[in-house]
Every structure is written in C-alpha cells, then in structure tokens.
C-alpha cells in the first residue's frame, strides 16, 4: 500500500506543483514528516482537498499510524516531491 499512496501523491505533486491540491498534499507530508511535531495538521483542511485527494490523505494518515514513514521510500517519495514544490 505504501509505495502506491506515495507513488500517487507524488504524480499529483508532480503533475502540477502549483496548484492548490498539491500544495495541500505536500502541507500535509510535511507535517507527517517532522515527528517532533506530534503529526499537528488542521484536520480542516481536509474539507479543501477534492474527493480523490481526500482518500490519499487518508492512505498516507494511514502509513504514519501503522509506522510506514520516515523509511527509504518514504524520503525517496518527499524529496521528490519538495524537489517539485521548490520548483
């Protein structure tokens, strides 16, 4: 299931750096990705992301509660994905 959510995320990120849902989706990897944090998103937010998008969220809340972050292809994932954002 991993690399599937993170494959698909990342296509999103990919396919359109700007736009709103991929900035959405990176916000949230973000948080997924500094521990220290607590893993603090503004569940609101998941009000803004299209239906489809919404159940990739969900998919990757999923990976962080059954500890599948922060592995190899976790970061290989994030970094191409900030990689996009950063343009």
Do not use: C
């Amino acid at each position: 299931m991993s690399d599937s959510i993170l494959e698909k995320i990342t296509q999103e990120i990919t396919n359109d750096p700007r736009s709103g849902q991929s900035l959405l989706l990176f916000a949230l990897m973000a948080t997924l990705n500094v521990e220290k944090t607590g893993h603090m998103y503004l569940l609101s937010k998941l009000k803004e992301f299209t239906l489809e998008n919404r159940q990739l969220a969900y998919g990757v809340i999923e990976l962080m509660a059954d500890n599948n972050i922060a592995n190899d292809a976790w970061h290989q994932a994030y970094s191409k994905m900030e990689q996009a954002i950063r343009g």
